[in-house]
T-cell receptor, first 115, second 115 residues
């Protein structure tokens, strides 16, 4: 596809359920990022992949959050035992390489609501 | 650490009015600065950027100048249109250290332009 796609666009979960959010980056993009955007806030960094290697997971808020990118393309962000504070928009971004001049292209996000 | 502070919204203007959205930053190291725009129902899009002091980024009639002495990157447009209605995010990325891929965002400013 032409851009970064994410699915589902909307997810409602009951507290305690596990969820999986998918990101399809732009074909050929090496770098992939996940951000969390709480209501009324700017996006905050969660984790970063270069190909299949997860090089930085310092932004993951707890060990209930897990991300993977096993073949260096599609990525999944998994949240176990969801809590109400996990409600947010989860954004995925990709870039061709890693570098200061390299633009991150964002997907439309998945809005997660935990009841 | 890095942080971005931008003007609280919402901002409501009439068509053809002059727009300024203030943005100031704190950064360890020498940052690159960005403005992103989020139209309703869409993902974040890069609007403009500047990578060194006194650089001016511009796109679609919007401009912002990297002011190192005041640590600012204010967004301006001389004559806004209804189609400019969106949320605008100021962001930075630092050049030094091992995490020069992380974007740090402000909270966003909602702009509504009325005909």
């Amino acid at each position: 596809g032409a851009g970064v796609s994410q699915s589902p666009r909307y997810k409602v979960a009951k507290r305690g359920q596990d969820v999986a959010l998918r990101c399809d980056p732009i074909s050929g993009h090496v770098s992939l990022f996940w951000y969390q955007q709480a209501l009324g806030q700017g996006p905050e960094f969660l984790t970063y992949f270069q190909n299949e290697a997860q090089l930085d997971k310092s932004g993951l808020p707890s060990d209930r959050f897990f991300a993977e990118r096993p073949e260096g393309s599609v990525s999944t962000l998994k949240i176990q035992r969801t809590q109400q504070e996990d409600s947010a928009v989860y954004l995925c971004a990709s870039s061709l390489v890693v570098g200061l001049a390299d633009e991150q292209f964002f997907g439309p996000g998945t809005r997660l609501t935990v009841l | 650490g890095n942080s971005v502070t931008q003007m609280e919204g919402p901002v409501t203007l009439s068509e053809e009015a002059f727009l300024t959205i203030n943005c100031t930053y704190t950064a360890t190291g020498y940052p690159s600065l960005f403005w992103y725009v989020q139209y309703p129902g869409e993902g974040l899009q890069l609007l403009l950027k500047a990578t060194k002091a006194d650089d001016k980024g511009s796109n679609k009639g919007f401009e912002a100048t990297y002011r190192k002495e005041t640590t600012s990157f204010h967004l301006e447009k001389g004559s806004v249109q209804v189609s400019d209605s969106a949320v605008y995010f100021c962001a930075l990325r630092t050049r030094s250290g091992g995490s020069n891929y992380k974007l740090t965002f402000g909270k966003g400013t909602l702009l509504t332009v009325n005909p």
